[in-house]
């Protein structure tokens, strides 16, 4: 059974080897420095909210969607000269949905979504695409290519949907969405499987980028690791799967990513420059580390326009599981209205055979994704 597949036992050692490859404060710290000034302020407004939008006209948009469709034509028919710009742009899974759900390809990841992402970069964007599918079969097997809802490819896994260690809280005080992963409460758990729980961030994801608005305005990412033992309850491979996602796939653009700590985790300070290597520059630099008490971290990441009132409960919010559930209906009803225009890719997912139901990644992971 592959790895991404379902995880081992409950770790009882170091997931993350003390000899592997780490990037440390230091180089993260040199890795700043060496930002122009004017990047440095981006980067800034960017975590604050206070960036001016990209102000792209319909022409323009219309024109750059030309210049993504030619260039996601030269990828899959191999003439395009210029490298990709990801490990994770692969074709395949992209044509296959092409021929298995043309539908799903058009409503879900659409050109403009991906153009949005990476500041309309067209070659960034292709690549984005193709990355996007990759990692979306292999995270799901052939439910990839049924609709990301909660009667569709997420249908097997409303348990860990509905547990809300995964959710979208509401919105900053700049209007950007604001996506949360309570890695102690997620990953900690004894029933913890890492292919559901890289489906269920994945559909959190999902949700938002579809929306206009939020591919405009990007999105904050919210980490929760207060009383986290990296010991007892850490997954290097879905560690590495979660960073992909964001990095490599998500079809909008992260914003700030925000992490929060107890006071005293000596074993977390002990494995972050490791974290810090898989996360990759532009996570990084959008990454702001809060130590301390829930008073402390509230009154931290109230700087950066996230309040109580819309905070989770694990951080010291007011969000918790009633909240997660009312999203979590209003978020169906917008599904089911939406499945109504797309009826036969819904009876698909109804009528999966078990085998693929029980299978779903594939036969076996890509090499890159089980790596040491």
């Known amino acids: 059974m592959s790895e991404i597949r379902r995880s081992k036992a409950k770790p009882t050692h170091w997931s993350i080897p003390l000899t592997a490859p780490a990037f440390t404060p230091l180089q ?16 800034r407004n960017e975590l604050y909210g206070t960036e001016v939008p990209l102000n792209v006209s319909e022409d323009k948009e219309e024109e750059l969607i030309r210049q993504f469709d030619e260039c996601v034509k ?14 994770y742009c692969d074709t395949r899974a992209y044509l296959e949905a092409l021929e298995v759900c043309p539908n799903i390809v058009n409503q879900e990841t659409y050109p403009i979504m991906f153009l949005r992402a ?18 979306r079969k292999d995270i799901f097997g052939e439910r990839a290519f049924l609709p990301i809802t909660l009667d569709g490819a997420m249908k097997e896994d409303l348990d860990e949907v509905k547990r809300g260690f995964m959710t979208v809280l509401p919105e900053d005080e700049h209007g950007r969405p604001v996506v949360l992963l ?38 904050v990412f919210l980490l929760n690791l207060i009383d986290w033992e990296p010991h007892k309850c850490n997954d290097r491979i879905g560690a590495k799967m979660c960073f992909v996602i964001i990095r490599e796939c998500v079809p909008m653009k992260l914003k700030a990513y925000h992490a929060t700590y107890g006071s005293k ?6 494995v972050e420059p490791h974290i810090r290597q898989m996360q990759g520059r532009d996570i990084r630099l959008h990454l ?15 700087k950066f326009g996230l309040h109580k009132k819309d905070l989770p409960e694990c951080v010291g919010g007011d969000f918790g599981l009633e909240e997660h559930m009312r999203w979590l209906e209003e978020q169906h009803e917008v599904e089911k209205l939406w499945s109504g225009r797309h009826s036969d890719m819904t009876e698909k997912a109804k009528n999966l055979p078990n085998e693929e139901k029980s299978k779903p990644n594939g036969d076996e992971p890509p090499a890159s994704l089980d790596d040491d």
């Not at 030269?74 to 490990?87: D, H, V």
């Not at 985790?265 to 002990?270: D, E, M, S, W, Y």
Request: glycine residues 4%.
């Open 28 to 43: 993260e710290q040199q890795e700043r420095n060496e930002l122009s000034h004017e990047d440095r302020e981006y980067l």
């Open 265 to 270: 985790q000596t074993p977390v300070k002990i």
């Open 182 to 219: 309570d890695r102690v409460g997620s990953t900690c758990s004894s029933t913890y499987q890492r292919a559901s729980y890289l489906r269920t961030l994945w559909y959190m994801f999902h949700c938002v980028a579809v929306q206009p608005k939020y591919q405009k305005t990007g999105y």
């Open 288 to 302: 702001v580390h809060h130590y301390g008490t829930h008073e402390d971290n509230l009154k931290s990441l109230e």
């Open 74 to 87: 030269n990828l899959c028919n191999g003439s395009i000269e210029q490298t990709p710009r990801s490990e």
């Open 118 to 135: 990476t500041n309309y970069d067209v070659e960034a964007a292709a690549s984005r695409l193709m990355a996007h599918w990759k990692v």
